[in-house]
């Protein structure tokens, strides 16, 4: 679900949202016993408890799942939480398909939702509401709690996606050949496909079905945010958006009388990290998880590339969607689209919730061509995180059963990583780079490079003076020569 409308004096909290979306789940089920057997609720991070950038005034609750499940009247005997990641809805899904295989589980609600359109005018307006509550109980946590900056990479200022994403981006321009101006029209021509979706799909928030070049067109109305990336290039996270899915046994779902036309099975699932600091990556521009982690899910689909008719790529910037077509195996003209919603910038990106819009999206697409297949990947942190997903309505042959997560994560830990020095100095050359804007300019910018004499990466900044951070951006500044030196454990670039 999606509120577009709602003002913000009714002040509606994302456990509302949540529990309207989970309302809508078990109306679609039409099955008036799965209330009473669902027994396991988990809930996905909301950004406010994931970045001081997102942190609300407001309060939250002590138990999120248990929150959303006192409003519905269930009675679950576990409640678990995510930690922070795009990635969380679809490793949900693939955990509790295991455990309900092996009888762990009966049924399961994953829910997730932001009010951050609501919660950002609440607070702006200063607005005397209060989201606190404490329904009692302990949640699990589940997934990884790590940070997914080094202190390395934080003391050079990387630490958030609007910073990591543009850089990856750059770096994906120079693997290209591109200049800028050619690698603009390129990412506009990506994501105008991804806007051209959202304007059919009446729960997407951003409807106007913008062209390449207005999004490759930098303008007040579509400014600078982290260079190459004007606004509309970004994840749009301040939305009020919520959805819910409810995983059972095809055995328990004929007995509580679920009709089978509302069936969809996960044929494959694959969850797979890569290197986790992106400093540490020998590539800034490819993925092994998730070239390794699709073959995966495909094989144990038992299906090829070929045999999938529908795609949700993760979407929260263009490098994203770039380098999941070149892993996957896709053109980025793919026929067949790439996603189902119109992606986090024009559909909507809820925080760590996203992609649990997306597989309901998918539910939609499969239920209405039956027998069909759908792939959804998600992606968390900074192209660290993966889980994937294969979809359809025809039901699965024999025992669905996959295989350790933990091997392929062993394969993929086994890879070499870069050669990376924390006190750098001498002469050195760029091999990406971003400039952080802020609403009246350039802030601060950020440098991957390598020392000339013995190839290792480091990080750097460079001066926050306008002139030096306008030539960085405004040259072609990949491969561009410079000297750097250490201060104050913070290396600093001078470009040439």
């Known amino acids: 679900?999606?509120?577009?409308?709602?003002?913000?004096?009714?002040?509606?909290?994302?456990?509302?949202?949540?529990?309207?979306?989970?309302?809508?789940?078990?109306?679609?089920?039409?099955?008036p016993g799965l209330l009473?057997?669902?027994?396991?609720?988990?809930?996905?991070?909301?950004?406010?408890?994931?970045?001081?950038?997102?942190?609300?005034?407001?309060?939250?609750?002590?138990?999120?799942?248990?929150?959303?499940?006192?409003?519905?009247?269930?009675?679950?005997?576990?409640?678990?939480?995510?930690?922070?990641?795009?990635?969380?809805?679809?490793?949900?899904?693939?955990?509790?398909?295991?455990?309900?295989?092996?009888?762990?589980?009966?049924?399961?609600?994953?829910?997730?939702g932001e009010a951050l359109r609501t919660q950002h005018g609440v607070e702006r307006a200063g607005l005397p509401l209060s989201w606190h509550e404490?329904?009692?109980?302990?949640?699990?946590?589940?997934?990884?709690?790590?940070?997914?900056?080094?202190?390395?990479?934080?003391?050079?200022?990387?630490?958030?996606?609007?910073?990591?994403?543009?850089?990856?981006?750059?770096?994906?321009?120079?693997g290209c050949g591109r200049s800028v101006p050619e690698h603009m029209l390129a990412m506009g021509k990506l994501f105008a496909r991804f806007a051209a979706v959202a304007a059919r799909n009446p729960l997407a928030v951003r409807r106007e079905g913008y062209s390449?070049?207005?999004?490759?067109?930098?303008?007040?109305?579509?400014?600078?945010?982290?260079?190459?990336?004007?606004?509309?290039?970004?994840?749009?996270?301040?939305?009020?958006?919520?959805?819910?899915?409810?995983l059972t046994s095809a055995g328990l779902a004929r007995k509580l009388g679920i009709p089978e036309s509302k069936w969809v099975y996960l044929h494959g699932c694959a969850d797979a990290n890569d290197h986790w600091y992106l400093s540490e990556r020998i590539s800034l521009h490819s993925s092994a998880a998730i070239r390794r982690g699709v073959r995966k899910a495909l094989d144990m689909a038992g299906r090829t590339l070929d045999d999938i008719r529908f795609f949700d790529l993760y979407s929260c910037f263009?490098?994203?969607?770039?380098?999941?077509?070149?892993?996957?195996?896709?053109?980025?003209?793919?026929?067949?689209?790439?996603?189902?919603?119109?992606?986090?910038?024009?559909?909507?990106?809820?925080?760590?919730?996203?992609?649990?819009?997306?597989?309901?999206?998918?539910?939609?697409?499969?239920?209405?061509?039956?027998?069909?297949?759908?792939?959804?990947?998600?992606?968390?942190?900074?192209?660290?995180?993966?889980?994937?997903?294969?979809?359809?309505?025809?039901?699965?042959?024999?025992?669905?059963?996959?295989?350790?997560?933990?091997?392929?994560?062993?394969?993929?830990?086994?890879?070499?990583?870069?050669?990376?020095?924390?006190n750098a100095s001498g002469p050195a050359t760029v091999e990406s780079y971003t400039v952080m804007h802020g609403k009246t300019g350039p802030e601060f910018s950020v440098v991957i490079g390598r020392l000339n004499e013995s190839g290792q990466r480091f990080l750097a900044n460079t001066s926050t003076e306008a002139a030096v951070l306008g030539d960085l951006q405004d040259r072609e500044s990949l491969g561009r020569p410079g000297i750097v030196k250490s201060q104050n454990g913070r290396n600093v670039f001078v470009p040439e």
């Open 1 to 31: 679900m999606t509120d577009l409308s709602t003002p913000m004096e009714a002040g509606r909290s994302p456990f509302d949202l949540m529990a309207q979306a989970a309302k809508a789940a078990l109306a679609d089920a039409g099955a």
């Open 36 to 112: 009473e057997a669902i027994d396991t609720v988990a809930a996905v991070r909301l950004f406010s408890d994931t970045s001081h950038r997102f942190a609300t005034k407001l309060g939250s609750s002590a138990n999120p799942p248990k929150s959303v499940a006192d409003r519905l009247g269930i009675r679950a005997a576990r409640f678990l939480y995510t930690w922070n990641g795009g990635n969380m809805p679809q490793h949900l899904v693939n955990v509790f398909a295991e455990a309900i295989s092996e009888g762990e589980i009966g049924a399961a609600l994953i829910t997730g």
């Open 134 to 174: 404490d329904p009692g109980g302990r949640c699990e946590p589940i997934g990884d709690p790590r940070r997914g900056w080094s202190d390395y990479e934080d003391r050079h200022q990387m630490r958030a996606a609007i910073v990591m994403y543009p850089l990856i981006e750059n770096a994906i321009r120079g």
């Open 318 to 422: 263009p490098s994203a969607v770039a380098i999941g077509c070149r892993e996957i195996g896709l053109e980025e003209d793919d026929p067949r689209g790439l996603t189902v919603t119109g992606g986090l910038p024009y559909f909507g990106g809820p925080g760590n919730n996203y992609v649990t819009h997306s597989i309901s999206e998918m539910m939609r697409q499969l239920r209405a061509h039956p027998g069909s297949f759908g792939l959804v990947t998600a992606n968390g942190n900074y192209v660290t995180k993966h889980s994937f997903g294969v979809y359809s309505t025809a039901p699965v042959e024999g025992r669905w059963r996959r295989d350790s997560p933990a091997a392929l994560q062993a394969e993929l830990d086994a890879l070499p990583k870069a050669p990376l020095v924390e």
């Open 212 to 246: 390449a070049a207005r999004l490759a067109t930098v303008d007040r109305d579509n400014r600078w945010i982290g260079f190459p990336y004007p606004r509309l290039m970004n994840s749009n996270a301040f939305v009020d958006q919520a959805a819910a899915l409810i």
